[in-house]
C-alpha cells in the first residue's frame, strides 16, 4: 500500500483552467517518489463537463466527489478527504498550486517525520494589522471596527503561520485539528484555520510540532529562519517549490510592489528584490 496521497482540489467556485495548470505542472515536474494523486471535485454534478477534460486522461488520479451543496470551503472538504484515508501522509494542494521544480514531493518527504507540518512558504501576516493599513477598507474608522472585530480571532504581527495554499500532514494529525465552527460558510473561516490564535500552525505548535518551510534545495526552516528559505514573498522567491496565486502575484509584481508585500508578510528584511 502507498502511504503517501497528494490531494488536489478544485471547486465549482474557481476558475477551471486551474485543473489543466495543475495536471501540466504535474506531468512535467517528476514528483520523485511513489505517491497516489487525488483530485477533490467539490460541489460538482456528476454530469459536469469538467469531467470531460481532456487532461485528466493524462494523468492516473482517484476520483472523489465532494457534494455538500454548500461551500465551507477547503479545509472541510480536505477533513472529509482525510476520513477516508486515515492511514495516509497528505500532501494538500488548493485549486491555485502547481509545482515547479523536479522532485518536488520527494523534497517534502525527505523531511517529513512523526508530529511535522511542512510548508512550501510561510508568513507572519497578521489580519489585525492589515485592517489597520486599510486591507478591508479605505474609511479609517472602519478599519479600526475590522481590527477590533479580527484582534477576536487573529493575533497582531508578527503572526507566524504556515500558509495553507499547500501543505504535508498526518491524516490522523489533521484530523485531530480543530477547525473553526465560525463564519463556516465566510471566507473568514479559512483565514482563521490558515492563521488565527487557533489555526493550524498555531494548535500544532501548543502539541511541540515541528513546523518547517521546505525549500527547493530540499532543505527544512524552522520558525527561526523562515525569512531565511528564499520561498514566498523573500527576495526572489528563487527557491520556491509550489507555484500559487500569491506567489505569482508578487513574482509579477514591481520592486516597489514586492517590498510592500513582502513588508506586509515579513516585516522589513534587509533586501532588494
Known amino acids: 500500500m502507498n502511504y503517501l496521497l497528494v490531494v488536489y482540489l478544485i471547486s465549482v467556485y474557481d476558475d477551471r483552467q486551474n485543473l489543466k495548470k495543475f495536471i501540466d505542472s504535474y506531468k512535467n515536474y517528476s514528483s520523485g517518489i511513489d505517491h497516489e494523486l487525488l483530485i477533490c471535485f467539490k460541489d460538482f454534478n456528476e454530469n459536469d463537463s469538467i469531467f470531460k477534460t481532456s487532461e485528466l486522461n493524462e494523468v492516473k488520479f482517484i476520483k472523489f466527489l465532494d457534494n455538500g451543496g454548500q461551500n465551507d470551503y477547503d479545509w472541510h472538504s480536505y477533513k472529509r478527504v482525510a476520513k477516508y484515508y486515515k492511514d ?29 507540518l511542512l510548508g512550501s512558504g510561510a508568513s507572519k501576516l497578521s489580519m489585525v494589522n492589515n485592517a489597520l493599513n486599510g486591507f478591508h477598507s479605505s474609511n479609517k474608522i472602519k478599519s479600526i471596527l475590522f481590527a477590533i472585530s479580527n484582534y477576536y480571532d487573529f493575533p497582531f504581527f508578527p503572526n507566524p503561520h504556515i500558509r495553507s495554499n499547500c501543505f504535508m500532514i498526518s491524516s490522523k494529525d489533521y484530523l485531530d485539528l480543530k477547525l473553526t465552527k465560525r463564519y463556516m460558510l465566510k471566507k473568514k473561516s479559512t483565514w482563521i484555520n490558515e492563521s488565527g490564535r487557533n489555526g493550524m500552525t498555531n494548535q500544532l505548535k501548543r502539541k511541540n510540532f515541528n513546523i518547517l518551510v521546505v525549500n527547493s534545495d530540499g532543505k527544512a526552516f524552522p520558525e527561526s529562519n523562515w525569512d531565511k528559505s528564499n520561498t514566498y514573498a523573500i527576495e526572489n522567491q528563487s527557491k520556491l517549490i509550489i507555484s500559487d496565486k500569491f506567489s505569482r502575484i508578487y513574482e509579477n509584481s514591481n520592486k516597489i510592489e514586492k517590498l510592500k508585500i513582502s513588508e506586509i508578510n515579513w516585516g522589513k528584511l534587509n533586501f532588494r528584490p
Not at 89 to 105: A, D, Q, R, Y
Open 88 to 116: 495516509k501522509i497528505i500532501f494538500f494542494m488548493n485549486c491555485h498550486s502547481f509545482p515547479i521544480v523536479n522532485n518536488w514531493l520527494k523534497k517534502f518527504y525527505d523531511n517529513y517525520e512523526k508530529k511535522t
